[in-house]
């Protein structure tokens, strides 16, 4: 447990947005907008406020792994 300590639950749980998440996981942008227009199992989870786009980390990283994009 000591491991889980210095760990930084809250960042996993704080919304990034579109940029930052592709940024992480090195793809363009217009992949992540791609994604986020289809429909179904294959659409990146996100929340649209107004003309933004976040995506919740835990979430976001869970379906790429899924989706076998590592």
Aim: glycine share 8%; hydrophobic share 30%.
């Amino acid at each position: 447990m000591d491991s889980l300590k210095n760990f930084n639950f809250k960042r996993k749980l704080e919304p990034e947005s579109l940029q930052e998440f592709c940024d992480r996981w090195g793809l363009p942008v217009s992949w992540g907008y791609r994604y986020t227009r289809k429909t179904g199992k294959d659409r990146l989870p996100h929340i649209k406020a107004g003309k933004y786009i976040k995506i919740i980390p835990d979430e976001g990283d869970a379906w790429m792994l899924n989706r076998g994009r590592c």
